[in-house]
């Protein structure tokens, strides 16, 4: 099949790459001048478990302050437009919440998004060691635990994932400093989970790689390529995408939508509308100070919703929640709160003077945490989408998956989990 591709971040250039190695002639349109150029340039490069990543599944991240539950960076900040979906959203997400603390069992989002997350790294490693190829990688994941309501707070997630025959290690505060040295004196922790078999890598690295060797398999990528309009197919009529500044549509067998942010532009007009909130954060990269005063494992600071990791020669911070249309300016608060906690968490780490590249960046979150993948319900016309922050761990497992619905194939779990249409039935 001749198959369109419309974005180049991390999804985008995974989808490419395995529909090429199952056959098809690929074309990926970028609007950008190369790939990795938004929600995968700056993010914390988390590779699992994706329920410990902030704001990954309804439940596991409270939206509603309380005493015993995560700080002030677990509390989204309101936009100013779409006030009532983004009410919605955090409605939703409260009353999982509460289900979870009541007793109920872990949903079926949670061990859907760890099948995928595992069957994701696997294929990242292997095509890590299949191209000899090295993106900062760190080995081992730390969530640090502020106090046992914390760690109480996660019980569904910690279910969820030993039904799934992940590894984990419950450390206490002693503990925790033994395998963190680095930890600052004034860091208040009261231990840790630790997963030896996860940790973090540079994600804007690897998908400029992964490009690199799409392309030497074929795909053919055409940047600074604007997508105004999707036709879908009908009546024997192929699909068609229309580029800014060409008169003439293009045809192809079928088309990806891959694009995040700018999906709900192209697909409203289609009718296909999606139950997807745009949900903000920051990430900052600092050069390093001195290589002692790092983490050694990718962090996760539950009390503040907020990832660390040292990617070569940076520290790495994400953090903040923002709801709705992103603003021009930033959120300063946030930002001092983020330099703050990693001075306090490991202090000397990291230069915040001089060198500082600050991203902000935008995630489309879906109301279970799980994407949207397959078929959209218009003739040739495909999604993946609504990866949230999980981006980095499931590129590899939603690309493989929508590469075998594309060619008629059973998959690895159950598509009907993520059927972009699952909302409304």
């Given amino acids: 099949m001749n198959i369109a591709i419309v974005g180049a971040g991390s ?26 150029e938004e929600a995968s340039f700056g993010h914390a490069g988390w590779l699992g478990p994706s329920l410990l990543q902030p704001w990954s599944v309804q439940g596991i991240c409270s939206a509603q302050r309380s005493p015993d539950l995560p700080g002030r960076q677990a509390l989204p900040r309101l936009g100013a437009s779409g006030l009532t979906a983004q009410l919605r959203w955090l409605w939703q997400w409260r009353q999982a919440s509460r289900r979870l603390r009541s007793g109920a069992p872990p949903s079926p989002a ?37 106090n046992e309501a914390e760690h109480e707070q996660l019980g569904p997630a910690l279910a969820a994932l030993a039904d799934a025959g992940t590894r984990c290690e419950t450390l206490d505060a002693a503990q925790t400093r033994l395998r963190e040295p680095s930890l600052g004196d004034e860091a208040r922790i009261a231990g840790a989970l630790y997963f030896p078999q996860a940790g973090a890598a540079n994600g804007r690295l690897s998908t400029l790689m992964q490009r690199q060797i799409a392309q030497n398999a074929g795909v053919r990528f055409e940047t600074q390529r604007a997508v105004r309009q999707l036709h879908p197919g009908a009546a024997g009529r192929t699909a068609r995408v229309q580029l800014h500044q060409e008169d003439n549509s293009r045809p192809h067998d079928a088309i990806v939508v891959c694009a995040g942010a700018q999906a709900e532009s192209l697909l409203s007009p289609i009718g296909v509308h999606l139950p997807l ?136 779990m159950d598509s009907a989990l993520l059927d972009p249409r699952r909302f409304n039935r």
């Fill in 11 to 36: 999804i985008g250039v995974a989808t490419a790459h395995a529909l090429a190695q199952a056959g098809h002639e690929v074309t990926v349109y970028e609007r950008h001048g190369t790939a990795a």
């Fill in 110 to 146: 949670m061990a859907a998004l760890e099948k995928l997350t595992q069957h994701s790294q696997q294929l990242q490693q292997s095509l890590w060691r299949q191209w000899d190829f090295d993106p900062e990688y760190v080995a081992g994941s730390l969530v640090l635990l502020g």
């Fill in 277 to 412: 909130v745009a949900l903000h954060g920051y990430g900052v990269n600092a050069p390093l100070r001195d290589q002692g005063y790092a983490p050694r494992h990718a962090i996760v600071d539950w009390s503040e919703q907020m990832t660390l990791v040292r990617l070569g020669q940076r520290m790495r911070i994400v953090a903040g929640a923002e709801l709705g249309r992103r603003g021009p300016s930033m959120h300063e608060a946030t930002l001092q709160r983020m330099y703050h906690r990693l001075n306090m968490l490991f202090p000397g780490s990291a230069m915040l003077a001089s060198g500082v590249q600050i991203w902000h960046g935008t995630r489309m979150q879906s109301p279970d945490g799980l994407p949207l993948l397959g078929a959209s319900g218009q003739p040739g016309i495909w999604l993946n989408l609504g990866h949230g922050s999980c981006g980095a761990a499931i590129a590899q497992g939603c690309a493989s998956m929508l590469a075998d619905l594309i060619s008629g194939r059973s998959g690895f």
